[in-house]
C-alpha cells in the first residue's frame, strides 16, 4: 500500500505558546505518527513559557517572537517566510488573546498569518464558548483567509457564525 503522506511536509503554529496541556499534546501526537508515516512534521512557538511547556516532548521545536528581556528569536515575517518556502501544509493551533500585547497580535495576523500564502491554511480553534473565542483578536478573518477549520461541534455559536459567512456549511463539515 502506497503511503500518500510520505514527504509531506507540516508545520504547526502556537501563536500563544506551547501550554503543555492538551493543544499542546496534539503537537507531540503529530510528530509521532509523522515518525511511521514519513511526513515531516515542525513545531513553531511564541516564546511565552507556561509552567507545563515542558509536558511533552516536541523535538522539532522552533521559536519566533521576542521573550521579555532578550532579543527577538525569529521575527514574524521571517517565520512566515520560512513557512511558505518549506511546508504543505500549515496548522494554526493557538492564538494571541487578549492577554496578549495588542501590537503583538496585530503583527501576528498581519506579518505572519497574512504573510502565508503558499501552503494549505488549517484553524484549530478550541475555545468552546463565545467569550472565549471573542477575545481572540482577527479571528474571523483567519476563518475567512483558512481553507479549512476544525472546532468542537456543529451547534456553538461560532460554527453557525462559519456556516452564516458562507465558508463551510454545516452540513458539508460531517
Known amino acids: 500500500m502506497e ?10 503554529v502556537y501563536g500563544q505558546g506551547l501550554d503543555g ?3 499542546t499534546r496534539g503537537a507531540a501526537e503529530l510528530e509521532l505518527w509523522s515518525k511511521k508515516s514519513g511526513t515531516i512534521v515542525h513545531t513553531y512557538s511564541y516564546t511565552r513559557k507556561y509552567t507545563r ?15 521579555k528581556k532578550n532579543k527577538p528569536i ?18 494554526f493551533n ?17 506579518d505572519l498569518f497574512m ?11 478550541h475555545e468552546i464558548r463565545g467569550a472565549q473565542y471573542n477575545r481572540l483578536a482577527y479571528l474571523v478573518p483567519m476563518i475567512v483567509n483558512s481553507d479549512i477549520v476544525f472546532h468542537f461541534n456543529i451547534t456553538s455559536d461560532l460554527s453557525k457564525l462559519i456556516n452564516e459567512i458562507g465558508l463551510q456549511k454545516i452540513g458539508d463539515r460531517l
Not at 521571517?78 to 496548522?91: F, G, M, P
Request: hydrophobic share 35%; aromatic share 14%; charged share 20%.
Open 3 to 12: 503511503n500518500k503522506y510520505k514527504n509531506l511536509k507540516i508545520a504547526i
Open 21 to 23: 496541556c492538551g493543544v
Open 53 to 67: 511547556s515542558d509536558a511533552h516532548i516536541i523535538d522539532n521545536l522552533f521559536l519566533f517572537g521576542t521573550p
Open 74 to 91: 525569529k521575527s514574524l515575517k521571517e517565520t512566515a517566510q520560512h513557512i511558505n518556502d518549506n511546508y504543505d501544509i500549515v496548522i
Open 94 to 110: 493557538n492564538y494571541p488573546n487578549a492577554k496578549s500585547e495588542p501590537e503583538y497580535y496585530k503583527s501576528f495576523y498581519f
Open 115 to 125: 504573510n502565508i500564502q503558499k501552503p494549505q491554511k488549517a484553524l484549530y480553534i
